[in-house]
């Protein structure tokens, strides 16, 4: 097809603008993805024509994701998974390897805890450990031999800002996240002949349903207050959109972003560099 048409010209930057950041004949694994960033980034990813694996630990949550994916017309299937489960993990990856390509995996599924050493007890500890840590390298020891027999993959871990900075009454949280980060160099420069690309992302506050809750529970009759502090938390003002964090996933998980490997990408509103921290 000529560039030097009207028309023509016209069809041709359509079908390029289309086709940017497809990911026709993918295949997805995204953990925690039956709610909140998670479930964006399943949504968005099979929009764009991936074929979707969704392994959570809330196994309606994760059916209620794949029924609204396969009513678009795409592709998805849920799978009750526990993270923190190596065996588990191992089958549910095992199982999908039979039929399916891992193309990309998403480690977004993780917990949060609010407070310093001293108030943290020695089961939070181990909970957020199996979960935050533990579950990033369940997942990525399960898919690695996958990719690496296919001699291509990429790998995306949900970080935080917390790996970045101290946060008040954070420390296990930080902690766990600072993990996910280092991870992320390691496996990029381990793989790097392997053709397996890895990233990460590292969100400030993002609006979740999970943010809800906890204002909800801890806040009864200042909801509306406590929510307006913790979104001026953030210099621009405002928490984060769970789409606009899949959209940054989507376009480090896509073809263009080939050249990318063993980088983190806040996304965050300005809190890193704008904060004073």
């Known amino acids: 097809m000529t560039l030097s048409h009207g028309n023509e010209e016209c069809h041709y930057k359509t079908a390029f603008k289309m086709s940017k950041f497809s990911l026709k004949n993918k295949t997805v694994l995204i953990t925690g993805g039956g709610s909140g960033i998670g479930k964006a980034i399943a949504v968005t990813f099979a929009a764009q024509g991936a074929k979707i694996h969704i392994l959570d630990f809330n196994e309606t949550a994760a059916k209620e994701t794949e029924n609204e994916i396969n009513n678009t017309g795409a592709l998805a299937k849920a799978h009750a998974c526990d993270v923190s489960n190596q065996k588990n993990v191992n089958a549910v990856v095992a199982q999908i390897a039979k039929s399916d390509r891992i193309d990309v995996l998403i480690n977004n599924a993780g917990i949060s805890h609010v407070g310093n050493i001293e108030s943290l007890e020695e089961a939070d500890l181990d909970r957020l450990y199996s979960v935050n840590i533990k579950g990033v390298y369940n997942c990525i020891k399960a898919c690695i031999p996958v990719m690496k027999n296919q001699k291509s993959g990429v790998i995306l871990n949900l970080a935080s800002i917390a790996s970045h900075v101290g946060l008040n009454d954070r420390f296990a949280y930080s902690m766990t996240k600072g993990a996910v980060l280092t991870m992320t160099y390691a ?57 606009e964090i899949a959209d940054l996933a989507l376009f480090l998980c896509s073809e263009e972003a080939g050249f990318i490997t063993g980088s983190d990408y806040p996304i965050d509103g300005g809190f890193i560099k704008l904060n004073g921290n």
């Open 187 to 243: 496996i990029a420069k381990d793989y790097l002949t392997s053709n397996i690309r890895c990233n990460s992302i590292s969100p400030a506050r993002v609006h979740t349903p999970f943010v809800d809750g906890f204002i909800n529970k801890n806040y009864p009759g200042k909801e509306a207050e406590m929510f307006e502090k913790l979104s001026k938390t953030q210099p621009i003002g405002r928490m984060g959109k769970p789409q």
